[in-house]
């Protein structure tokens, strides 16, 4: 089987893979989320393992557009303690860094190390941790990356600082497939994407179809489609006891709302975690 | 009476400011997010106005984390159609640019526009659209800001692309003060922050408070406090009729919750816009 993920090596996307897949996974490695999605459409893998949301930085906006603008479905979630390490080409005080790279989700995750110990420094985007470790390596002025330890082993990089992310900083992945037509179901979460008219009752109503039901909200985020013209819920429904009726109950959703995409069926991540 | 918004000059914060408020206004300019939080708490300016959700890039951590982190209160709100531009101090073709500048918030709303025009352009993060003309009139590189007109015009630079935003742009801004002790009431909507346990049906009990009362919710966004913890949710209630009966309904939320929030009574925003 293969499996793409965000590259090149060194990533958390990386680490994450690694340590959740049997080895003999053959991994294949893209630039950017969007890349993910294609390779996954195009066949060229047959999974892909995405970031989907971080305890600093929130859902991805690539990720969750990537969930309305593909057909995937989702297999399962892993979730994983994110140590941010700041990493630069020689051993540099921290006032004598001229340059930060990272990437956007990164730099979320560590604002208040960089306000605190490196005030008004320049930073540059990458799409990658691992990018941002390359660009550093590849660097006239004295660069720092921010990334995992593995970047920093890859490209050898020294480590300045451990552990500059914000406290309990968590990313949850989602592992996506190709959609099938037919609704699998298995696992105990449910993922589902709707959108509602922004008029009074519309959520409530919406609800209402999993409260009848006992069902449990786990995740509830709602975005403009259109500022006061609607609005595009991602939520994640709990089925504790294997709902075998969700055709039923999508079909209700499908009468309150304007569209329906339904994600898959997967199941909660339980390993015990330091986040 | 004072009003702080994101400066210098230039920004979206300052032409939203300026397009709803008696020019009589006296603006005070800060940097960032957080300090515009600070300035409104050590009582340096009577109110604030901070950007707190962008149809392409959700709700800004920094703005929701201020919500919690200080005793504000909620005025009202003001929703504007965001065009971005792209600056630069010579006319380049687009071909020759090194370096794009920008606000991460920004970068959100233009991603694809450099990816089809400038791809694998540098891309450098600054702390507001204003400030990145100001790096890329003082830069030695070929560079290029994102960032309003009037950007441009009070840093003298030229235009080179217009309009590059995705479409139906638009960003809300929350206008703040200190929070009273008192829960004023009179506008039609309310917004509050509370904490759940992560187990079944507690979002579910929770919702019930409005469900029962039909106050319909015309926002609600759930964010990890400490992952397999539990969740702290941000919602916006609708209050149609004036509902007077705010103390109770948020006494029996509390029940629900191991913390409520109450963010204050403001009128939800009733411009025609083009978002």
């Not at 479905?73 to 700041?86: D, N, S, T, Y």
Request: with cysteine; net charge negative.
């Amino acid at each position: 089987m293969s499996l793409g993920i965000l590259g090149p090596s060194g990533t958390f996307s990386e680490a994450a893979a690694l340590s959740h897949y049997p080895p003999e996974q053959n991994l294949v490695y893209a630039d950017s989320i969007e890349q993910l999605f294609l390779m996954l459409q195009q066949g060229k893998v047959a999974d892909i393992l995405i970031p989907f949301e971080n305890s600093s930085a929130g859902i991805l906006r690539n990720s969750l557009t990537g969930l309305t603008k593909y057909p995937v479905m989702i297999k399962g979630e892993i979730i994983v303690a994110i140590e941010q390490h700041l990493m630069s080409a020689a051993q540099y005080e921290l006032a004598e860094i001229e340059l930060v790279v990272t990437q956007p989700a990164v730099l979320a995750q560590c604002e208040g190390y960089l306000k605190a110990n490196l005030p008004g420094v320049r930073v540059e985007i990458a799409e990658s941790t691992t990018k941002a470790a390359q660009m550093v390596r590849n660097e006239s002025r004295r660069a720092a990356a921010i990334g995992p330890q593995q970047a920093a082993h890859n490209y050898g990089l020294m480590i300045l600082a451990s552990g500059i992310q914000q406290d309990n900083n968590c990313t949850r992945f989602l592992h996506l497939t190709n959609r099938e037509e037919e609704i699998t179901i298995g696992g105990n979460k449910i993922s589902i994407i709707f959108d509602l008219k922004d008029r009074p009752g519309a959520l409530y109503q919406a609800l209402q179809v999993f409260a009848q039901r006992q069902l449990n909200l786990s995740k509830i985020e709602s975005y403009p489609v259109k500022a006061n013209r609607g609005y595009r819920f991602y939520i994640e429904v709990d089925i504790p006891n294997g709902d075998l009726a969700v055709q039923g109950w999508l079909t209700e959703l499908e009468n309150h709302s304007s569209a329906v995409i339904y994600l898959g069926n997967y199941d909660r991540y339980k390993e015990v975690s330091r986040c």
